[in-house]
């Protein structure tokens, strides 16, 4: 029994010396310390020795249990540290490896100018309103004093959803008059940024879709001063001090009298050069003062109130801000054209 014993100390304490991984110690020591073990066996026959040999025996198989005991949890400490070492190797982190740039984005050129514009008119007392792009005729036209039968309504022009002409794109943000005048308290200052819709073949200066703001003003004692006094401030802040503004007669259904605004060509100070095509001069936007019949229809007193309305387009402001020549430009979303501005 003594020689079974000292085998079996000197055979484990062997294999748990090339024990490796964790795994094959915990092997080895289900093969020795088990239940069914190699050294369980052995001590299970401690009953068959004499009383003499018995506690020499016991005493010898304890030491050999102590030693295996040992070198099983040494085994274990070097396996582990060996198995985390080599983690550790396979998932190592080479930080000198140049890292992957981010390129982070930044506001499109049209929302630059829509948010400068936007500045300027809050700073000078005015909401800003959102509206559908899904329009009623009725607002789209009618209201605004553009009835059936109206050129503007073709549908060669615009996009109707309905057969009856009823609901639309809409082709302008001046609905949004409408809309501010039935649904707030007088006085009214507004602003009405959006997208419109037409039917226009893409080219270098038209698309089916693009962007207005609707401006609009009503109270008590407006005039027409009243318009030219805050478009041309408008014009100073976007454009700098002294851009000169010029105002010309013209014709829109729900404005009396209308008229439309030229800035000062930029490029040439108003001699005449490509940019402004020899005028000197470019045209911004339309306004007018707000016509009483759009006025009346909003059930609005048009001997006591009157009001002044703009209309801009945004796509022609930015262009001519960021010296743009293509209107696609704008759309194509193409990051080495953007990433200028
Ligand atoms: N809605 C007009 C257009 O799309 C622009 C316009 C002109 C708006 C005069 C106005 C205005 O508010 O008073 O051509």
Redesign the pocket.
């Known amino acids: 029994m003594k020689s079974m014993l000292e085998n079996i100390r000197r055979e484990a304490l062997d294999a748990l010396g090339q024990a490796a991984l964790p795994e094959n110690v915990e092997a080895l020591r289900v093969k020795y310390l088990g239940k069914k073990g190699e050294l369980t066996a052995i001590l299970k026959q401690m009953g068959k020795l004499s009383a003499e040999e018995r506690p020499v025996m016991g005493q010898l198989a304890n030491k050999v249990r102590g030693e295996i005991e040992q070198a099983i949890a040494s085994a274990a400490a070097a396996a582990e540290e060996r198995r985390l070492d080599l983690q550790l190797k396979q998932e190592a982190l080479d930080v000198t490896v140049p890292g992957r740039s981010m390129t982070i984005g930044h506001k499109h050129p049209m929302y630059t100018v829509l948010d400068e514009i936007k500045d300027i008119f809050i700073g000078m007392g005015f909401r800003i309103l959102d509206g559908p792009e899904i329009e009623l005729a009725e607002y789209n036209f009618t209201k ?1 004093n553009t009835d059936e039968g109206h050129p503007a309504r073709e549908w060669s022009d615009t996009f109707y959803f309905t057969e009856d002409s009823s609901i639309l794109l809409r ?4 609905p949004m ?1 409408i809309r501010a005048m039935e649904t707030y308290p007088l006085p009214l200052r507004v602003i009405a940024p959006g997208r ?1 819709y037409r039917k226009d073949e893409v080219d270098a200066t038209h698309s089916p879709m693009f962007h ?1 703001i ?3 003003v009503v109270d008590k004692g407006i005039t027409m001063g009243d318009l030219k006094g805050t478009l041309n401030t408008v014009v100073e802040k976007l454009y700098g001090a002294g851009t000169k503004t010029r105002f010309r007669p ?1 014709h ?1 259904p ?2 009396e009298p ?3 605004m030229d800035v000062q060509c930029h490029e040439c100070g108003g001699v005449g050069c490509r940019v402004c095509k020899g005028e000197g001069w470019i045209e911004m ?6 016509h009483p019949k759009v006025l009346e229809g909003c059930g609005i007193d048009s001997s006591v109130y009157s009001g ?6 945004l796509e022609r402001t930015a262009l001519r801000r960021f010296n743009i020549s293509d209107l696609r430009l704008i759309f194509e979303n193409d990051v080495r054209f953007l990433t200028q501005f």
């Open positions: 605004l082709t302008q943000t001046s008059q419109v207005q609707e401006g609009l013209h829109f729900f404005t209308s008229c439309e936007l339309g306004a007018g003062m707000v002044w309305a703009f209309g801009i387009g």
